[in-house]
């Protein structure tokens, strides 16, 4: 990837194995084999104007907007070269627009040509500012126009779906959009259709552009014919203010960029980075971000009035100091146990952690919002947490892998971006994806996968049994490079973790653990956990606990030495009585494997401080809540699933939003106890000083359990989030609510005639504690299984079942 | 596998539309076919026809709609019982076929592909205004349901017309004894089924066998083979 | 000397019920099958490299030569596809060669098909013709029927499929790539080369696409030799070929002569220009090829004569015009014609064609000026050699070549708006 110094000689010019030697615009250019004229040509500082060219997609040729004249072996070639499509050779001559009369004169015709049907009104086109044909029609185009036709009109936009406007006019058809839905995301929902002049880009009659990557398209079109239904005029790009970022939802941390102006965010694009999600980001990244500036943000602290019972505003001063006398009173009865969310910063997260240690002198913090068992918690703390990109899974290393074997993790819905890299990974015929699961997904179809399919809560045995059932997945697990990618759901399996551990270490799979939440793996690392202290260290471990209380100055021996309680310990002790407090983060309890017993915690702690953006079921019950700054009014980093620190700076300054981890400071200080973590980069200082700890091995050994039957009338339920759901960080996002999936159950054809249920009509799913009604479909799943979505529409199966995938639920015919 | 979608395509269809996949080494290539046979059911290629390739095929619904509106032969809305197509390509043109068309236009009352009569009614025609049709030395020709009707003049192509109006069925000069569009799109589909007698509709014009004739008149003919052409040698491997 | 007819393809047409197989073996139908089984492939492939067959779709690519790019031993299944898409203006050669004979070609497949050691061949044929979509399914059946296709065909141990397939109304797929793409079931739209359909055709395999007539000759070439062959035509393009003659000519028809064989010659046989009237333009390959006129009669109409004389071969479909027909009339209808037919991907086809029939129908109107002439010139120059596919070029022909031969027809439909009133341009 070198370029030839400016006068070279022959003699001196050596090609390296696997490249070539070519000349464009008179410069001699070594270039790898199989590169493109396009790229080299940039490579040397020549921009070639272009159009349907995206490096990420497969080269199309169709807008001739790149044609460069060439000349093989002595031999002109007859006619212009489209340089997206030809790639170097030895020997060749290339001739841009900049040394060619006959490719400048080919590249303005072409210009002319995709002008004269494109309409006047860059004034009010979102794309005008930022737009390639504005730009290359003013770098390349005629001043004027010859053309005195009719134009081609068309009705101007149309949506494409909730989120995505088309406006033929502008298009010029360069089939980025296209390609990309084909290609890409496996989604081909948007089309060309009809022929010639006529030729358009489309949908499906009543099939809208449903796919989770579609804001993408968005972002390739080199003109404004696909434009944002949520962004449309909002803003001009000139006047907009862009902050390199990273995305705060899923576990893979992909880079964008955030657009804003006046201290309100306009919008998110995608960030370049080849490492994670090369140009990509999927539509909650890229359209979720208004929950920051919802109407009923909390932006001043609320206490609890002793009189009214309600919470009332009140200075930083009052709120500080009721917390820290609430929470000293706490821990000096029973305790206080910390909830932290899966959604903090590592900086953040940090906080929490020390805090916990030092002013609250517990281990009782746990960052698992959801469902976790002490299995998970031994393999988290035994492995996941040592793992970095230099020593376990990537992306990259997805995409070499010669198998990946997906165990309780449905990637399009809980990291899209790993769900891209799989079917890339796929397309390009060197990956096989194997999904252990209960149906076969759109992820199965689009990664080309294979369903090995399961009863939920099977999955241990399932993979236990692997050799016998699949040796063909145990032998493509055995090549170098196989990785295993673990969900979190596998948290819900009895026996999985201890399953997963056993094929890697039989197969020499490497394993990633795959969170949803794009906090999990930062908290994990910092030790937001009850057995951890930062850097993996363990909190049995005396020796690993001097090395923490030295570095934080704290009186040796002051670290509690004995494991806390996870999370549902936690909830517990509070309900009872044997904890008297709870400092709680960013908690749904909606999302807690059970609703009713944090809701019961909640309701029986004796104090309880909540730091939050917006009022919640923890702030209905809190003394306590400390407004705090969202992702774009702070900086910080987050660690992704694959250990990969993914720092951002603030965007919006001076919103006079406090990052949790500078409460938190301020919070112990008032306890007497000093967190340095005033700042974000302070605490990422402190942090820094910690360094890693020694592992201190896992003895995982939870047997699979032997599956019974679920009894008449009863059903095993398997059950995930998607993507787009009831998620708290999608709140006034109407645009991205409207390409959320169907709400539907599934089962098996031959389940749903043993229950009697009808295709088309509804199913009842009922517990003890509550039931759904919503329509059924059928689908490959096994017998006896029937799966919800975890929280979407109505459909909230804590909330109202108590219930989890894997449990058993009653199923009857609901209403038709 | 989702809802029961209410079709006109019965069972008799679905076979046939799976006998159009076995036909080939990969499914997507009974696209065509099959949207042939969609029209031979629906007299047009439907929303609920695109969705039943689709399914029949795995496809996405705008995968099928992107390939069923590039073609001219799939009709966007309902045919007539009868298809005229009249060639106005510049030679068919030059010798009248512009004159046809107008002719049968006004008669009609309808533009391109437009329908006169209720479509699919008896004697309802759907017109159209075709490019070349292949049978140059014929011009200027017209189709109808893709038969030919060759060497046609303005009040030719008029009695023809009326004729289909009024329910006959006038022979083409080459093709099959004539049916209606949609028993034509069922053998574009490549169903021939009780219909051998259609191979021996004439296919040859005193034009085609122009060359052919005055060789035989004049016994001119092409060199005599050799009693045994010999293969060359084997060619060695490079 | 070779006759002035050589009639071969055409030879069989004039018996009755010259379609069914048993016309066909009657006539020494499936005689050359036999014999090419017992031979090697490669033996195949070298005969017809050394007969100089070129391809009758228009290109005029050295059959054999395209034959012989098939990897072998490649472990992939191979493809042969017959492109009877027959759709370019003028052109009507194939349609009644495979209505009337279809055996001819499906004999040529077989044979082909063992040459380049495929197992699948598919028919695509436009969907229009249905009767000759009729008579080759028919034909497909008999042989079938007839053990020629199907399972170990003649105890050769030879496999062979035939399916014929009805496109659905394109003239795009009559280009290969595009061809093959419709094939597949998808918009035929052609695609990027290379990769080459001889190494990533239908189904990314290696794929033989070949036109109807250059197949059909396949079994002449097998029993009379290359030799033989080579007797008719000139030596780089040699072999009969069947000429269409459509327009005002006396005895418009297919006349299968010599290759080279001259206009002049051939209206001598079709009766010469019809009611007298004086030979104005014509095309020697279809519309795609520049026009030629009365001083090109004698032109040799064999690949290098047409390219010679500043045209092309194409399909030796000879549209003759005479002197009532106007140059920018024609041309227009021509333009509509890609216009309708372009199939959108590329830019300069798309947008080109679109304007390019804007321009001419103003002018045809009599709202044109001498400008628009540089006008049209110029957008086909930014047309030609710069689109995707071959049909960009082809379009652009009549326009070019109309005119370079007829200037004054198009600036006498521009005289009544060039008139410019006294002072109008101080």
Known sequence: MTIAPDKPTAAEVVVPEGHVKLIIDGVEVIAPKGELLIRTAERLGTVIPRFCDHPLLEPAGACRQCLVEVEMGGRPMPKPQASCTMTVADGMVVKTQLTSPVADKAQQGVMELLLINHPLDCPVCDKGGECPLQNQAIAHGRSDSRFHEHKRTFPKPINISTQVLLDRERCVLCQRCTRFSAQIAGDPFIELLERGAHQQIGIAQEKPFQSYFSGNTIQICPVGALTSAAYRFRARPFDLVSTPSVCEHCSSGCAERTDWRRGKVQRKLAGDDPQVNEEWICDKGRFAFRYATAGDRITRPLVRDEETGELRESSWTEALQVAAAGLTAARDANGVGVLTGGRLTVEDAYAYSKFARIALHTNDIDFRARPHSAEELEFLSGTTVFTNPDNGVTFQGIEKAPAALLVAFEPEEEAPIVFLRLRKAARTGKTKVFHLGQFTTPAVEKTLGTLLACVPGAEANALNALAEHASDVVELLSKPGAVILVGERAAEIPGAFTAVTRLAERTGAKIAWIPRRAGERGALAVGATPNLLPGGRHVANASARIEVERTWGVEEGSLPATPGRDTTGILEAAANGQLSGLVVGGVDPFDLPDPALAEKALAQAGFIVSLELRPSAVTAHADVVFPIAPAVEKSGSYLNWEGRRREFGLTLEGTGALPDCRVLDTLAVEMDADLFTQTPAASAADLARLGEGAPSGSSLNVAAPLQSPAGAGKAVLATWHRLIGNGSLQVDEPHLAGTARPVVAKVAEVTAQQFGLETGGYVTVSTERGAITLPVETDDLPEGVIWLPTNSGDVTVRATLGAGHGSIVSVSGGKS | MTQAQETAFDQSTVDRAQAIIARYPQARSALLPMLHLVQSVEGYVSQDGIRFCAGQLDLSEAEVSAVATFYTMYKRRPCGEHLVSVCTNTLCAALGGDDIYKTLKDHLGVGHEETAGEPGTPGSITLEHAECLAACDLGPVLQVNYEFYDNQTPDKALGLVKALQSGEKPAPTRGAPLTDFKQAELQLAGFFEGRDADLDGPSAAPETLRGAQIAKDRGWDAPKMPANAEFPALPEKK | ?426
């Not at chain 3, 050359?32 to 228009?58: E, F, T, V």
């Not at chain 3, 209505?99 to 004999?107: C, G, K, V």
């Open chain 3, 1 to 426: 000397m070779v006759d002035p007819l050589t009639p071969v393809l055409t030879t069989r047409w004039t018996e009755p019920r010259s379609w069914t197989i048993e016309t066909y073996e009657r006539t020494g139908g499936y005689t050359a099958l036999p014999k090419a089984l017992k031979a090697h492939p490669d033996q195949l492939i070298q005969q017809c490299k050394d007969s100089g067959l070129r391809g009758r779709g228009g290109a005029g690519f050295p059959t054999g030569m395209k034959w012989g790019f098939i990897p072998q031993g490649d472990g992939k299944p191979h493809y042969l596809v017959i492109n009877a898409d027959e759709g370019e203006p003028g052109t009507c050669k194939d349609i009644p060669l495979m209505m009337a004979d279809p055996h001819s070609l499906i004999e040529g497949v077989i044979i082909t098909s063992y040459a380049i050691r495929a197992n699948f061949a598919a028919i695509y044929v436009r969907g229009e013709v249905l009767h000759c979509i009729r008579r080759l399914n028919a034909a497909v059946r008999e042989a079938y029927a007839k053990g020629y296709l199907g399972k170990d065909i003649l105890g050769s141990g030879f496999d062979l499929d035939v399916v014929i397939h009805a496109g659905a109304g394109a003239y795009i797929c009559g280009e290969e790539t595009a061809l093959l793409d419709s094939l597949e079931g998808r918009r035929g739209q052609p695609r990027l080369k290379p990769p080459f359909p001889a190494t990533s055709g239908l189904y990314a395999s290696p794929t033989v696409v070949n036109n109807v007539e250059t197949i059909a000759s396949v079994p002449f070439i097998v029993n009379g030799g290359s030799d033989w062959f080579r007797e008719m035509g000139r030596d780089r393009s040699p072999g009969p070929k069947i000429y269409s003659l459509s327009g005002h000519v006396t005895n418009p028809g297919q006349y299968e002569a010599p290759m080279g064989t001259t206009l002049r010659e051939l209206l001598d046989m079709a009766g010469g220009m019809k009611d007298g009237i004086p030979l104005k333009f014509w095309t020697p390959g279809g519309s795609s090829t520049p026009l030629f006129t009365a001083e090109h009669l004698d032109v040799p109409l064999d690949f290098e004569g047409a390219a010679e004389a500043g045209s092309m071969l194409g399909t030796t479909a000879l549209q003759i015009f005479n002197e009532t027909v106007s140059v920018p009339w024609a041309v227009m209808k021509w333009t509509e014609f890609y216009k309708h037919e372009s199939c959108g991907k590329c830019t300069p086809c798309r947008e080109g064609t679109y304007w390019l029939v804007q321009i001419l129908q103003r002018m045809v109107a009599g709202n044109g000026t001498a400008s628009d002439i540089d006008t049209l010139l110029d957008v086909c120059d930014n047309i030609l050699g710069r689109s995707f596919c071959a049909l960009g070029d082809g379009a652009v022909s009549p326009i070019t070549s109309g005119i370079k031969y007829f200037k004054d027809e198009f600036l006498a439909l521009c005289d009544k708006n060039s008139k410019v009133l006294a002072g109008a341009n101080a």
